[in-house]
């Protein structure tokens, strides 16, 4: 007979993992990839793919040869970050390689940095883009115009996103809500189709693996603000639901201010955190330097989140 | 339905032996009976080598104020006063009895007949409960005779029966509602007027609808009994998740039951009080299940306190499979896993679960992500994944003031982790290190 | 113009003024007035804040050293000697001169490894699995092997040995801090004198079991049968609870006991080797030959 096991209770687990919720925010994602191969060819793609190898080598490279740790690439994190790292940027040729610096920023400075996956307090994405942003602000902001369905040309057309035209004067002509909620409309990667990421964030509520707190506050936050801002002049500021539609708040909203690890974690804190995140994205679209702000409201969020969990402790049962 | 609000899991429930009739397990030839089968200090062994004894004589006394008596469950002639080694490998104060024959005590009345009139008083009842050495069969052993004296000033206004039998695989509980109803009615009619308390209610989970259905039949018989069928929810029957559960009232933290004016017992005891003040058959029997989904067959079975886990599983599977990986007296979610199968059982002993190699062993630990699902789980509304930071860094005060000793241990926090952490292990530890910091101030 | 500059001057002036008056009251009012001598002592201490001196940090045992201007009860057991006669120099005493000691595991486990009783798959932490049960050996007194020990040490000096799952003192290494005795919740690690050239002698078990129970428990256990107290010539051995324990304030290391030790449970470290050939197999390297039934008590 074997050896028992002993050990404190309980005995039993509910089987859930962290490689089976990492995977799961993949699959999620699948269906924001796709509509993006489809409006932007095999562009998207490859800087998807690219983006995603690098982090996971970056990801091996460091455990292996600095951190001398066993490998946590299986467990699927790095895979989410290089998706949201290529969702975050426009596909274009030049991307091929700008997203291997990004990913080198993400993972390295933003995550294994500070301890790897559980210990980064801003969102190794974001960070990513936004060094980018920085860094390469031509590159990252010429946008690949959406042509038709699955373009396989490697150099199409290049626009503005309704947002920085909206920043430059007006909204280009022709952009209906239906547009901006199929997706076919100029922007980064992964962030046009409004539909494709609410399917994959119904898929992650479903499986519970975020909740309906952040992403609502943070979307009716934006909604709510910049319609106040629109009633009171509707030609300087976008209108609501065109705001929530186009850059990237979807894609925010769902994806990158849910993330586990740099978001609070009581359900009080994480509408502060939704609240936060959706009136710092107004207040840089209208008022900031970028057209876009939602990388950088939800960074500067993140950066609060100790706090907030310092603040919003659960209810207790009895006091 | 009516549930605690707040946390709570729902493990899978595995309720295998659900069919299996209660047997009775025969006597083995060697008995040890242990004399710390309850929260609190030993009982002091009142027989000598050589003493003959009958089934229900008294053999351990309780001398200390947080004690119970323990009876002999066998006849025969004690062969040694000498420690045991129990479940745990530990060594615990022990009488060793030789069996011989089965002659029981002349007052136990054996007769089937079911007895419903009950003439003593509320003081005599507690005497009673106190002489058969009556003790809470939910887990905790608490002896009955300290519960069911109402201290001055308190007044309890409900008394609650846990039949909620929230831990996978057990199903000793059911089973006595299915087979014993009337006995246990009876049972808490008496401990209802022990209380003097108007209601007594039984909490019963509802994936068990046959016994929701048999009990409130029953019921409608006795007075001031009411049925309540409760949410399947882990952990439904922790006894502060069940008053806020059947009552609304919320325990704060560090009083007792009493003080929202609730008695809550297990439904064994209830069928136990019932057998100790009818029938005068002291606590010398456990009703437990036999489980595990290796096993080539589930039983439940009537077995005399003090027969070894070996003698249990001999008798109702031969032997244990070679695949097995851990076994466990009492619930998965919080059983304790027995090393040391040559151990008696003891009272409060609900199961012996005989786990696969497969489902006994934890996964490794990964990093935490801070996905909050053990806050979310936790019922208490604490915060398990600060506490494992905090006991791991020896900041014990901290943990203290962030209320760690408000932890229950029923282990949701553990079996929702996705990191497998073991949280409910290191809080468990961080209590240790708190209630020691606690009294070395003193 | 000129008149705002005044004004400017005047103000920050006052409230420049004003501050500073507060400040120096409330600088008087909490003024912290401390020996600059606790400052010396402290610099010469290893800063380790081992806890060893049973002081909360080198900090605390500074102060306590400078309150009471003396070395008496106090010593910090990393520095040794040299440290003791640092702060003896600082404070102008006498310094205390005391046995270099060592932290030693008495306890051998010979159901360790492949021949574990059992498998801990909790929380590694002895105190913990303390609570659970006996741990993987089955011994109810001896090594957890989940290392505390290993944890508290500041110095690198005690390591799991993964083939016994018991810890192994680095004699080098080890300051006598007892941070690993006070984090073993079984006590199973203790300070003993180091010994004339590091050799000593030792009981190897705890197990206060009688001895027929503690040799099936561990068939290293020692069984307190007294043998070895009546060969002591410097009663240096005293038998409680089924258990011999060697005083080694008294024990001059003759050996005697670990040649009459039926069950080898008395150990001798760092004597040469061929002195005890003859006469018993060395414990550590065969392992112990099945006793002749060993009358408990």
Known sequence: MNLLNISGSPHVHSDESTKKIMWRVNAALVPALLVAIAYFGINAL?????????????????????????????????????????????????????????????????????????????????????????????????????????????????????????????????????????????????????????????????????????????????????????????????????????????????????????????????????????????????????????????????????????????????? | MKTFKMGGVHPEENKISNDAAIEVMPVPAQMVVLMNQHLGAPATPVVQKGDKVKVGQLIGEAQAFMCANVHSPVSGTVAKVEPCKDAFGLAKPAVYINVEGDEWMETIDRTPDIKRECTLEPKQIVDKLKEMGIVGLGGATFPAHIKYNVPEGKKAEYLIINAAECEPYLTSDYRVMMEHAEEVCIGVSILRKALGVPNAYIGIESNKPLAIAKMQEMAKQFEGIIVEPLKVKYPQGAEKQLINAVTGRKVPSGKLPIDVGCVVSNLGTAFAVYEAIQKNKPLIENILTVTGKKLPSQHNYIVRIGTTYNDIIKHSIGELPATTGKVISGGTMMGKAVVNLDAPTVKGNSSVLVMDENEARRNPETACIRCGKCMHACPMGLEPYLFSALVRNGRIEEAKEHNILDCIECGCCFFSCPANKPLTDEIRLGKNKVRAMMAAKK | MTQQILIAVLVLGVIGAFFAVVLYFVAQKFKVVEDPMIDEVAEVLPGANCGGCGKAGCRAFAEACVAQHSLEGLRCAPGGDAVAAKIAQILGCAVEQGEPQVAVVRCRPANCGENRRSNYDGLKSCAFANTVYTGENGCPFGCLGCGDCVAACQFDAIHMDPETGTPVVDEDKCTACGACAKACPRRVIELRNKGNKGRRVYVRCINKEKGAVAMKTCKNACIGCGKCAKVCPFEAITVADNVAYIDYTKCKACRKCVLECPVHAITDVNFPAPAKKPEAPKPAETPAPAPQAAPAN
Request: glycine residues 10%; proline residues 6%; aromatic residues 12%.
């Open chain 1, 46 to 319: 490859l800087v998807s793919i690219i983006a995603v190898a690098s982090c996971v080598l970056f990801q091996w490279l460091i455990e292996k040869f600095i951190l001398k740790v066993p490998s946590t690439i299986c467990d699927g994190s790095a895979v989410v970050t290089g998706l949201l790292l290529a969702f975050n940027v426009p596909a274009t040729v030049d991307m091929m390689w700008i997203v291997v610096i990004g990913a080198l920023v993400a993972i390295g400075v933003a995550k294994m940095a500070f301890g790897g996956l559980g210990k980064n307090p801003f969102n190794p994405a974001i960070v990513g883009r936004i060094f980018l942003l920085i860094s390469f602000p031509v590159q990252m902001t010429t946008w690949p115009q959406v042509g038709g369905l699955f373009p396989m040309d490697f150099d199409v057309a290049t626009g503005a996103t309704p947002l920085g035209a909206f920043k430059e004067g007006a909204l280009p002509e022709g952009v209906t809500f239906l547009d901006a909620f199929l997706g076919h409309i100029g922007g980064s990667l992964g962030e046009v189709s409004a539909i494709a990421i609410l399917l994959g964030a119904a898929y992650l509520c479903w499986k519970k693996i975020i909740t309906w707190h952040i992403p609502v506050t943070f979307i009716g936050t934006a909604f709510i603000f910049s319609g106040i801002l629109w009633l009171v002049d509707p030609e300087t500021y976008m209108d609501p639901v065109m705001t929530i539609l186009t850059g990237g708040i979807m894609l925010g909203a769902c994806f990158m201010a849910t993330d586990m690890v740099t978001s609070p974690m009581a359900k009080s804190g994480q509408l502060i955190f939704g609240f936060g995140c959706g009136l710092l994205t107004i207040i840089i679209r209208n008022w900031g330097a970028y057209p876009e702000g939602v990388s950088f409201a939800i960074l500067l969020m993140n950066s609060v989140t100790p706090l907030i969990n310092r603040w919003c402790k659960p209810q207790r049962f009895a006091c």
